[in-house]
Each structure stands twice: as C-alpha cells, then as structure tokens.
C-alpha cells in the first residue's frame, strides 16, 4: 500500500475531487489542510508548492488532482 499525504485547503474544489477518488480507490491518505495546521502550509511552502492539491505518494509529489498521474503511482 502506497503512503499517501494530500495537502489541502478548505475552498478547494479540487481537493474535493482528489480525496473523492483516493476515497472510491480505497486508498488510504492523511490529509494535510493548510488552512487550518501552520505546520502543513510550512512543510508545503518547503516543498516549493503554494496551491493545493499536493498529492505526494511515497515521496513523489504531484500538484494538483492529475488522475492519470496518481493511477500510474498507486
């Protein structure tokens, strides 16, 4: 099983779509909201990223919610 963090925000439509899709897979993720954990927004900024989603899998970052992506990953 892949290890999945997704950093998010609360107004983000796309975060949605993401979690959605982890959530019909059946992949379990941690969720990282920025807006609301300092810690996250600081570990996203480190990573070189200001929006969201950030979906990362066992270290490989994607930004934004790229379906094809996260499928060629998990």
Not at 1 to 11: E, F, K, L, Q
Not at 22 to 34: A, F, Q, R, S
Not at 54 to 73: M, Q, S, T
Request: with cysteine; hydrophobic share 35%.
């Amino acid at each position: 099983m892949a290890n999945v963090t997704v950093y998010t925000s609360n107004t983000c439509p796309h975060c949605v779509s993401a979690k959605e899709y982890l959530n019909d897979k059946g992949i379990d993720y941690t969720e990282k909201n920025v807006q609301t954990d300092p810690s996250a927004r600081k570990e996203l900024m480190q990573m070189g990223h200001m929006g969201v989603p950030v979906i990362v899998v066992d270290g490989e970052e994607i930004v934004g919610f790229n379906k094809a992506k996260l499928e060629e990953l998990l």
